[in-house]
Structures are given as C-alpha cells and as structure tokens.
Nanobody, 122 residues
C-alpha cells in the first residue's frame, strides 16, 4: 500500500505562483509513474503533469498543453516527495489537485491523495 498526502493549495491571484507537495509513504518500490491530476467543478479529472520511469533512458516528464511552460513537476527521492511548481496561474487553473502514483505490478496499483484545492482569482 502507498499513502499520499498533498499540501500547498490555497487562494492566489492570477499571475501568482503556488507549489504543491505530495508526501509519499508505504510500499514505494515498483512505482513506475507519478503525477498530478486536477478536477474542476463539473468536469472530469485530467492529467496535469507526470514523471514516468524510462528504464535505461531515465525518467521523463509529460505536461498537459494547457500548463506547458508554466508548471514544473519534480521529485525529491530522499524525501519521498513530489512537487508541482505552478507559475503564471490563471483562473482556469482553479481545481482540486490530486497526486497519483502507479505501480503496474499490483492488481490495484493506482494510488491517489485526498486532493488539495487551488483557487485562482482574476
């Protein structure tokens, strides 16, 4: 089992910045992908950014087009923590942000945090 706890959400004005953190604990061996998703009111949960293990080629990152150039995903393996640096925030970034870890070797290998609210005012 993996436990994920997000923090760092809040209210910010358009153009501002926030950094989200996702602290992970538990059975982390075998995690092949970690990322951030968001869900706006009345909409589906969508991928924002992810880090995937690339084997011999190393890890790779992937971003939704709507956040490219503004958001940066990173991780600190020593602290078992993943981050999402969000810059130049826009009102349309308002959503609940969830961190997600995936272990393909487990039958139910999808793990989610409880979510953290990000609200961007215009």
């Amino acid at each position: 089992q993996v436990q994920l706890v997000e923090s760092g959400g809040g209210l910010v004005q358009a153009g501002g910045s926030l950094r989200l953190s996702c602290a992970a604990s538990g059975r982390l061996l075998g995690i092949s992908a970690m990322g951030w998703y968001r869900q706006a009111p009345g909409k589906q949960r969508v991928l924002v950014a992810e880090i995937t293990s690339g084997g011999s080629s190393g890890a790779s990152t992937n971003y939704a087009d709507s956040v490219k150039g503004r958001f940066i995903i990173s991780r600190d393996n020593a602290k078992n923590t993943m981050y999402l640096q969000m810059n130049s925030l826009k009102p349309e970034d308002t959503a609940i942000y969830y961190c997600h870890f995936f272990n393909p070797s487990e039958l139910s290998g999808h793990y989610w945090g409880q979510g953290t609210q990000v609200t961007v005012s215009s």
